[in-house]
């Protein structure tokens, strides 16, 4: 498997031009990735981009978002942005585009509508151009011969950003991307939600700029009297307005966060929390939790594991894979202060589970995410046990 590397900074300019050179040269797109606020914050700003310019766009979307970034989806909706969210849709699509634009998915697996996509547009070697931050362990291109923009960073959002300002400096037709408000906020949701709002940014300089940057841009396109366009979502004038809806809990939410850290098992700096479906369906059923209000708490508790343990958290739970598949996810965090690189732990995984288990997995350095198998619950435990041991050395060492 070709493993991915970032470009070069030498060579990271002329990337991004060739990133412009390859948006301006084509009239109908397909977006794809993996379904979180990252890959759907760089998706969308894109296609609302390229939309703007006449040209053709279509997301591969086949669910919602579950959390408090689902106000993108009204963007995406208000906008008119085609989705395809089934193979038919993608079929139908097929005709009508000649280019493939990957976001923030670190490998093929995590791909929603994979065998079609590869059905009809990679198997006809389509041009494609990737997009992403994710490197190491199971990572590799989604096709190796394409245009690859990846780059160390905090988000995809901010690679995004990066090739929207090289379009528009070297096209001098092309109209300012950072004026619409809808891109704007699409970047700044990805490079907040990915980052923790900051605390988990692992090249702070560069998160301090787009904040800024992207802030400045988006208070001045916003309106004192202007009225919400959809009165169920929120309206932001401000990096900071996103970042407080993004972390702010429900009385629910907060109960529920409460009851969760007392149940985490921490020693040696590792802190372990079991999240299976028994201790979920229990959760859920005594706060009359939705699956918004589930998924909120979930991002909490994955963020607030390692700052309880000291250097090194882990929740794992029951999810599916982007084919459907039912498996076991361990997500990976660390606490601010430990300089522990995550993507590192991959031969840990592999050594606390029998060979075949590891469906794959990835990340950046403090946060990395891992599916397994659907093994029998004690298996699996013993799996997590022997993980938190070998990181409790690693972080000793």
Not at 177 to 204: C, H, K, M, Y
Not at 272 to 287: F, G, H, Y
Not at 357 to 386: C, K, M, W
């Amino acid at each position: 498997m070709k493993k991915k590397h970032a470009v070069s900074s030498e060579n990271w300019k002329p990337a991004l031009h060739q990133g412009a050179v390859f948006l301006r040269r084509h009239s109908g797109f397909v977006f794809c990735g993996y379904p979180d606020a990252d890959a759907l914050g760089s998706m969308l700003s894109l296609a609302l981009y390229l939309k703007d310019l006449g040209k053709r766009v279509y997301i591969v979307w086949p669910g919602p978002l579950i959390g408090k970034t689902d106000f993108l989806e009204d963007i995406l909706m208000h906008n008119r942005v085609p989705l395809l969210d089934t193979a038919e849709r993608v079929r139908e699509c097929s005709g009508k585009i000649d280019a493939l634009v990957v976001c923030d998915t670190a490998n093929r697996k995590l791909v929603p509508l994979f065998s079609e996509l590869r059905q009809y547009f990679l198997d006809r070697e389509f041009p494609v151009l990737e997009i992403d931050h994710h490197f190491g362990t199971d990572s590799a291109p989604i096709c190796p011969n394409g245009l690859h923009l990846f780059r160390q960073a905090n988000s995809t959002t901010e690679i995004t950003a990066e090739i929207l300002s090289a379009y528009f400096e070297t096209d001098a037709d092309a109209p300012d991307p950072f004026e619409q408000r809808n891109i704007l906020v699409s970047l700044l949701t990805g490079l907040i939600a990915d980052t923790g709002g900051g605390n988990a940014s692992i090249r702070r300089q560069d998160y301090d700029f787009w904040v800024k940057r992207l802030g400045d841009r988006l208070n001045q396109f916003t309106r004192a009297t202007e009225e919400e366009e959809f009165p169920d979502s929120p309206y932001f004038a401000s990096p900071l307005e996103i970042k407080t809806f993004l972390a702010k809990l429900s009385d629910a939410e907060k109960l529920g966060v409460e009851q969760l850290q007392e149940r985490i098992v921490h020693e040696g700096g590792v802190g372990v929390l079991n999240l299976l479906e028994s201790i979920r369906t229990e959760l859920v059923a005594s706060l009359q939790l939705n699956p918004a209000g589930w998924a909120q708490i979930l991002e909490t508790m994955a963020n607030a594991i390692p700052e309880v343990a000291g250097a090194v958290g882990i929740v794992f739970f029951e999810d599916k894979t982007a084919e459907g598949e039912e498996c076991y996810f361990i997500k990976l965090r660390r606490a601010q202060e430990s300089l522990i690189d995550l993507r590192e732990t991959e031969s840990d995984i592999r050594a606390s589970f029998e060979d075949g288990s590891v469906l794959g997995g990835g990340g950046h350095p403090n946060a990395v995410s891992y599916r397994i198998r659907l093994l029998p619950e004690d298996q699996f435990l013993t799996g997590i046990d022997t993980l938190a041991t070998h990181l409790r050395r690693r972080y000793e060492s």
